[in-house]
């Protein structure tokens, strides 16, 4: 019998907890996913992974090893306090993870941003095997990436290296950003900030042209029940109106991964989040055809993540086996 060697991989996104337990391939051995604990104070999140890892019973051979626990987070991090400062989407000034969890589990725990846990996931499982300069974008509720250059993983004082998503792509700031300020990428590219950004341009066109579109009939003629998800799938029935504007939200985009190149003129630019993964031709194509508009840096492959919606869960993994 020869000891495998496991380690739990905790994903915390925007409404969901998701950990697995994993061996050192990357491959999955359980999974389980719940909607994020956010009413049982700022403990309740650390308390909820415990249980969560707890209620995951290890496969019956008496010769496995946890090695320990790798937990991906949106930001902000504070990676000396080992927890989240003022998160977006967890109502308490500071969340402490690997305190609480790893004195309960007695385990190295190692926390990281999601997509700097997201490219680790990359490099090590995915389109980045083999390559020194990899970038992975999170195009979801909000924007953001994780970054390898050099073979080096690029973390920040804080943990907080590569905050694309607030990178401030229109200067004359019309649109407000999740973190409260404006003109930055998120706030007119990611889920949150699509139908703001539809809104906006509907101000610039005559109402007709709303009036008889997919989408009015879509949103029941309210332009506040707009939702990104209406807007994609109009565009894909071939409605002109939101083909118009996804192709707005796509320069947009080329503009932030054209900064991404000109930044840390990456090999590869693997792409995942649930609005790129739904709709993956309708993002990526315009990133490809607009972005050398704007980079100056040779513009490397843009690709959809083959680790779709696990990618974090990877790194996560792949983090407690390469801790460096
Ligand atoms: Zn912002």
Redesign the pocket.
Known sequence: LTTRKLAFGVDIGGTNVRVVLGDKKGIFLKRLSERTDITNGAEGVSRQILRMIRSIKLPKSGEDKIEGIGIGSAGPLNLAMGGLTNPTNIPYDFVPLVGPISEEMEKPTFLLNDCTMGVTGEKYFGAGKGLKNIVYITLSTGIGAGVYVDGHLLLGKDGNAAEI??LTIDSSGCLP???G?RG?W??YSSGKGIPNYCRMLLRKMRPSVYMNSVLSRLAFDSEENITAEMIFNAAKKGDSLCNEILHRVGIMNAIGFACVVDAYDPDIITVGGSVALSNQNLIIKPIREHIAEYARNRIPEIAITPLKEDVVLYGALARVFNPK
Do not use: A, L, N, R
Request: charged content about 20%.
């Open positions: 998503g607030h950003c999740s973190c300020k930055h998120e706030g």
